[in-house]
């Protein structure tokens, strides 16, 4: 066995199609059901051997690095602490972020680089994790993380950690319409909480409707279905995505839906082309700080270059 120097570990964001959110649990958690999907828009995971006594050095770059902490703050050297005092590894490491995911934007990008710590970690010490050792260590770290390792489209369950393969066809056009700030989803679930006080609140379902338009490949009956229990908490602290969604809807999309806790809107739309002629209304509109087209799903956290 070649002893490597470093790997490169790519990882997709998520939208969540459908994100179903019971009553607040004594744990500070809430109850989720949801349909992950993940696309084509990736950060790159660089971690190389470091100088000996040099501990973990975590650097950045790419569109979306700006302001991103680089100490024990960040999920990603958080996720490599973990794994070297679990594995009993050097923690001498050189991790670079490249991002493009947008930070803090519901679209897992925080997630997203912690998967790609655990899956470049194993693959550069040749742990040799199985899939069910990685995604419990990837729960701890966060209810997204384990989706980030896996990829495709899931269905997630618990706090979202818990997750299963979902049967889907087809392949799906995204608009994502970026906000200047992101939101902090503790806040966003606090909100949610807030405007549901008082209010009976059933355990959350998996949408039958999202299913089974996700198994007929039918990307008109997936944009009906989008739900998300989030938005009307993310609008209420950002009353402007109400304006983003009806952009969105008037120039075509399929549907249209804040991804996760916000505040990125995700649109579905036909085909690239109307990938385009949305991304071009969008971005005439002034209401958005950003555009993106993605496709999705895709694959999840995986080794992408050996150095
Ligand atoms: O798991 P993660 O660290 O990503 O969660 C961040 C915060 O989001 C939690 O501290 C909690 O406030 C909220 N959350 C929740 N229910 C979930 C997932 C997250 O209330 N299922």
């Given at each position: 066995m070649v002893k490597l120097n470093g790997v490169v570990v790519r990882v997709p964001g998520k939208v969540n199609l459908h994100l179903g959110v019971g009553p607040l649990d004594p744990d500070g958690y809430h109850e989720v059901t949801t349909v992950f999907q993940a696309i084509s828009l990736y950060d790159d995971v660089t971690i190389k051997h470091g100088e000996p006594g040099?501990?973990?050095?975590?650097?950045?770059?790419?569109?979306?690095s700006m302001g991103v902490p680089v100490d024990s703050s960040n999920l990603a050297f958080r996720a490599a602490e973990l794994m070297t005092d679990r594995y009993d590894l050097s923690k001498d490491l050189?991790?670079?972020?490249?991002?493009?995911?947008?930070?803090?934007?519901?679209?897992?990008?925080?997630?997203?680089?912690?998967?790609?710590?655990?899956?470049?970690?194993?693959?550069?010490?040749?742990?040799?994790?199985?899939?069910?050792?990685?995604?419990r260590i990837a729960a701890e770290l966060g209810s997204d993380v384990p989706f980030s390792i896996s990829g495709g489209i899931c269905i997630g369950t618990g706090r979202g950690d818990r997750i299963t393969p979902a049967l889907s066809r087809g392949t799906y056009h995204w608009v994502l319409a970026l906000s200047g700030h992101g939101l902090s989803t503790p806040?966003?679930?606090?909100?949610?909480?807030?405007?549901?006080?008082?209010?009976?609140i059933a355990r959350p379902q998996v949408s039958e409707a999202m299913m089974q338009s996700l198994r007929a490949g039918d990307p008109k009956a997936v944009g009906k279905a989008l739900a998300n229990d989030l938005q009307a908490a993310a609008c209420s602290l950002r009353p402007a995505l109400r304006l983003v969604l009806d952009v969105g809807l008037e120039y075509g999309a399929l549907g249209g839906i804040v991804s996760g806790s916000g505040p990125t809107v995700a649109f579905l739309v036909d085909d690239e082309e109307k990938a385009l002629d949305l991304t071009v209304a969008l971005s005439a509109s002034g209401v958005v700080s950003g555009v993106i087209r993605a496709n999705g799903p895709t694959h999840g956290a995986r080794v992408v270059e050996t150095l």
């Open positions: 040099q501990g973990i050095v975590l650097t950045l770059s790419g569109s979306t050189s991790i670079h972020l490249k991002k493009e995911i947008p930070v803090a934007g519901g679209m897992a990008g925080g997630s997203a680089d912690a998967a790609g710590v655990l899956v470049g970690i194993d693959a550069l010490f040749d742990v040799g994790l199985s899939r069910d050792e990685m995604e806040a966003v679930y606090g909100e949610c909480d807030r405007l549901r006080e008082g209010m009976p």
